[in-house]
C-alpha cells in the first residue's frame, strides 16, 4: 500500500515548480494519448465533432422554434415560401463540392498531390459558388417581397439559411488556409489535420443543408 | 543601446504575449478567470444589497445615488426602474460571470490538465481566446448599464414580451436590453469554446493508461458539465439571435399580436413568449448544474482528501452526476407550471424532477460516508467549506422538492421562496465550493498559503450568515411575499413581513461585510501568506505530484489507496 509522504516546505514563495517531464506518450489502448501528430490528429477530430454537436443544437433550437411557431400560426400568418429555383442547384453544388473535397483527402492521403490540389480547389470553387448563390437566392425573395417581418415562414428561412451560411464562411476558411498551403507552402502535420478537419466538417454542413432543404420543400 | 532596447522590447513583447494577458498557459487563465469571476462578485454582491436597501427603505434619499444615476435617481431615490436594472445585472452576473466562471472555467484550467498526467489543455490558444470573448461578454454587459437610457431591466431571464420590443416598453429595454442580448450571446461563444477544450482534454489528453474510471472526480464533474455547457449553450444562442431579430429586425418570433403597450398598438403579430420561455428554459435549468456540478466535484475531491480515505463509493460519485446531468436536460418545463402548460406536460416534468432526488441523495451520502468514515478528518478551512457545501445543497434540495410540484409551485412560484431556495443551492452551496476550491488550491495558484486562521473565521461568520439570511426568506415566501417586485411597503397584507425583510437586509449588509475577511486574507496571502510546501494537503493526485508516482514506485493513479500513516 502507497505511503504518502510529509510535505516538504519551499524556501520561498512565487509559483510551483515546473513540472517533471511526464512518461512518453502515445496511448496503450486503455488510456489518453499525447501530442505526437497522430495523438493531435484524435484531438482536432473530437473538437470538430464537439462542434458539430453545439452546431446540430443551434439548429435543433431554430428548428424547433420554426415548428412551433408553424404550429401557432393562428392567425393565418404562415404563408409557404416558394423555393428559389437557384436554391436547387446551389444544392447540387454543395453536394459536388463535398464529394470533390472528400476525394481530394483521400488523393492525399494516397499521395497524390496534383490530383488532390485540383480537387480540393475544385470544392473550395464550389463552396464560394455556394455560398454566392445564397445571397442572390436573399436577393431574389427580397425582390419578390418577402422580408423577414411579414411572414415567419420567411422570417425562419432567413435565419436558418443566414445560420448555415455563417457555418459555411467558417469552414470555407479552413478551406482556403490548406488550399493555400497546398498550393504556396510545404506541407506540415499540422495542415493535415486542418484538411481532415476541415473536411469533416464541410461534409457535416453539407448533410445539415440537405436536412434544411428537405424541411423547405416539403414542410415549411 | 540600440540592441539593448530591441531586446527590452522583445522581451516585454514575450512577457504580454506569452507570460502575460494573452498568456495560453493553463495556470495563467486559470487565474485571469479567477480574478474575473472575483471582480464580478464583488459587483453582483454590491447590487444586491443596493436591492436589499431599496426593499426595506423605498424611500430613502441617498445623494450618492443621485450622481451615479442621474436619470434612474433622481433627488437621490431610487427608482423601480433602477432597481429593476440593479436585479437585472445581479443576477446577470452572478449566474454567468460567477457561478459558471468561477467552478468551471478557473478552477479546471488550474488542473485538470495537471490532474490528468498533462502540462497543458488540449487547445492552449483556444483557451486564451475563450477567456478574451468571455471578458468581451463582460465588457458589453457593463456597458449596458452605463448607456444614457439605463441598463437592462428585463431580469436574467429577459421574458418576452417586454424584452422583445424594444424601448416602447420601457426605459431600459432599448439599447440597454440589446446589448445585454449580445454580451450573453458572446458569452455563449466563449463557453462553449472553453467547454469544447475540457471535453477534447478529457478524451484525448490523459496519461497513458489513465482511463476514464481512474480520474479524479473533479475532472468527472468538469467533463460532464462542460458536455452540459455544449449541449445547453447553443439553444440560448439561438433564442437570443431569435429575439434579437424580433427586436431590431421587426420579426414577430416570441411577440403576440394585437399587443398593447403604454397605450401604444406594437406592430407584431403571431409570436409566443411561452416560445421563448421553452428554450431559454431548455438551457436555463442546465446551467443550474453548470454552475452545481463542478462544485459536487471539488467538494468531492477535498472530502476524500482531508478524510484521508478515498471516496466512499467512487463509481456511485461517478454516475450520481452524470444520472443528474442527463436529467436536468429533461426537466425545463418546471420552471413554467404558471406558464400555461398542459397539466400531463407539468407532471411529467415534476415526476422527472423529483427523480433528480434520487442521485442527489447518493452523491450526499456519497460525501457523509466518505467523512463519517475517515480515520483521521482534518477539519481545516477547505474541508469546513466542503462541509457546509453539504449543508447547504441538502437545505437547498429539500426546498426544491416543494418546488418541483406544481400544485405547491402555483403558490410559491412568484415568491421569495424560490429567490431563497435558489440562492440557498445554486448560491450559497456553489459559492461555498468555490472557496473550498480557493482554500485548497491556493498555492497552486499563487505559491503560497491562504491564511486558515481568518479563513475559519471567514466559514463560520458566512455558514452562520447563509442560513440567517436565507432561511427567513422562504418564511417571507411562505406569508406571499412576491419576488421580483421593487415596492412591497404599500401591501397590507405584507405589513407582518416587513420586520423580517428588515432582518434579511440587515444580515445581507452583515454577510457582504464579512465578505471583506476573505478578500483581505486573499490578497494579503497572495503576497504575504507563508510559502507553500510542494504538496501541503498530502493530495493524492497528479496536480501535487507531478512525478505521477508514490515513493513506492506505484503510480498516482486515482482512487489512490491511501495510507493514513502521516
Known sequence: MATLTEPKVRSGGGPPPPITPLLPRGGDGSGGSGPDPSASAATARIAVYIGMCASTMTFMALLSAMFVRRGLATNNDWHRLPVPPLLWWNTVALLLSSVAVDIGRRAFRAGRRSEFRMLWLTGTALGTWFLIGQSINWKFLADHGFYMQHNPASAFFYVLTWAHAAHVIGALAALYYVACRALFFPFVPMNRNVLEVSAIFWHFLDVMWLLLMAIFEFWS | ?566
Open chain 2, 1 to 566: 543601446m540600440e540592441a539593448a532596447t530591441l531586446t527590452t522590447r522583445r522581451s516585454v513583447r514575450h512577457r504580454i504575449f506569452s507570460t502575460g494577458l494573452f498568456s495560453t498557459d493553463h495556470r495563467v487563465i486559470a487565474r485571469q478567470y479567477f480574478f474575473l469571476s472575483l471582480f464580478a462578485v464583488v459587483v453582483g454582491v454590491c447590487l444586491s444589497l443596493l436591492m436589499r436597501f431599496h426593499l426595506v427603505w423605498p424611500q430613502a434619499k441617498v445623494s450618492w445615488f443621485e450622481k451615479i444615476w442621474s436619470v434612474r435617481a433622481e433627488s437621490g431615490i431610487m427608482t423601480e426602474e433602477l432597481y429593476l436594472s440593479l436585479m437585472t445585472l445581479h443576477g446577470t452576473i452572478m449566474v454567468f460571470f460567477v457561478l459558471t466562471l468561477a467552478p468551471l472555467n478557473a478552477f479546471a484550467n488550474l488542473v485538470l490538465p495537471e490532474q490528468l498526467g498533462q502540462r497543458e489543455m488540449a487547445f492552449p490558444r483556444l483557451n486564451m481566446l475563450s477567456f478574451w470573448v468571455t471578458m468581451a461578454s463582460f465588457l458589453t454587459l457593463i456597458a449596458s448599464c452605463v448607456l444614457d437610457e439605463g441598463g437592462p431591466i428585463a431580469g436574467w431571464t429577459a421574458y418576452p414580451p417586454l424584452s422583445a420590443v424594444g424601448s416602447v416598453s420601457g426605459p431600459g429595454e432599448g439599447l440597454g436590453q440589446t446589448f445585454w442580448f449580445f454580451s450573453i450571446g458572446v458569452f455563449c461563444i466563449g463557453s462553449l469554446l472553453s467547454a469544447m477544450n475540457i471535453i477534447s482534454t478529457v478524451i484525448e489528453c490523459r496519461r497513458p493508461g489513465m482511463s476514464l474510471m481512474q480520474m479524479p472526480l473533479t475532472c468527472w464533474n468538469w467533463f460532464v458539465t462542460a458536455i452540459l455547457s455544449v449541449l445547453s449553450f447553443p439553444v440560448l444562442l439561438a433564442a437570443g439571435l431569435l429575439i434579437l431579430l424580433d427586436r431590431l429586425a421587426g420579426t414577430s418570433f416570441f411577440v403576440p399580436g394585437d399587443l398593447l403597450i403604454a397605450e401604444r398598438n406594437v406592430d407584431h403579430s403571431g409570436g409566443s413568449p411561452l416560445l421563448w420561455q421553452h428554450l431559454f428554459w431548455f438551457f436555463g435549468h442546465p446551467e443550474v448544474y453548470i454552475a452545481i456540478l463542478p462544485g459536487m466535484g471539488i467538494v468531492s475531491h477535498i472530502i476524500s482528501n482531508f478524510s484521508r480515505r478515498p471516496p466512499f463509493s467512487y463509481r456511485a460519485s461517478v454516475w450520481a452526476p452524470i444520472a443528474i446531468a442527463f436529467l436536468g436536460m429533461l426537466v425545463w418545463g418546471h420552471h413554467m407550471f404558471i406558464s400555461g402548460i398542459s397539466p400531463y406536460s407539468a407532471l411529467t416534468f415534476s415526476l422527472v424532477t423529483m427523480s433528480i432526488g434520487a442521485p442527489s441523495a447518493a452523491l450526499t451520502l456519497n460525501w457523509l460516508g466518505t467523512a463519517f468514515q475517515s480515520p483521521r478528518l482534518e477539519l481545516n478551512t477547505a474541508m469546513l467549506f466542503c462541509l457546509g457545501f453539504v449543508s447547504l445543497f441538502v437545505t437547498g434540495g429539500l426546498t426544491g422538492l416543494f418546488l418541483g410540484q406544481p400544485e405547491i409551485d402555483a403558490y410559491f412560484h412568484d415568491t421569495a421562496f424560490v429567490v431563497a431556495h435558489f440562492h440557498m443551492i445554486m448560491g450559497m452551496a456553489a459559492l461555498f465550493a468555490v472557496f473550498a476550491a480557493t482554500f485548497y488550491w491556493f498555492p497552486l495558484m499563487f505559491g503560497r498559503m491562504l491564511g486558515e486562521e481568518l479563513g475559519k473565521l471567514h466559514f463560520y461568520l458566512t455558514f452562520v450568515g447563509a442560513y440567517a439570511l436565507f432561511l427567513p426568506m422562504h418564511f417571507a415566501g411562505f406569508a406571499g411575499n412576491p419576488r421580483r417586485y421593487a415596492d412591497f411597503t404599500n401591501f397590507d397584507f405584507l405589513k407582518p413581513v416587513m420586520p423580517l425583510q428588515r432582518w434579511i437586509t440587515m444580515t445581507a449588509f452583515a454577510l457582504g461585510a464579512v465578505q471583506l475577511i476573505f478578500i483581505w486574507n486573499l490578497f494579503w496571502s497572495m503576497l504575504r501568506g507563508a510559502p507553500a510546501p510542494s504538496n501541503p494537503w498530502s493530495g493524492a493526485t497528479l496536480e501535487w505530484n507531478p512525478e505521477g508516482e508514490l515513493p513506492g514506485g506505484e503510480p498516482y493513479f486515482y482512487p489512490v489507496k491511501m495510507d493514513v500513516t502521516t
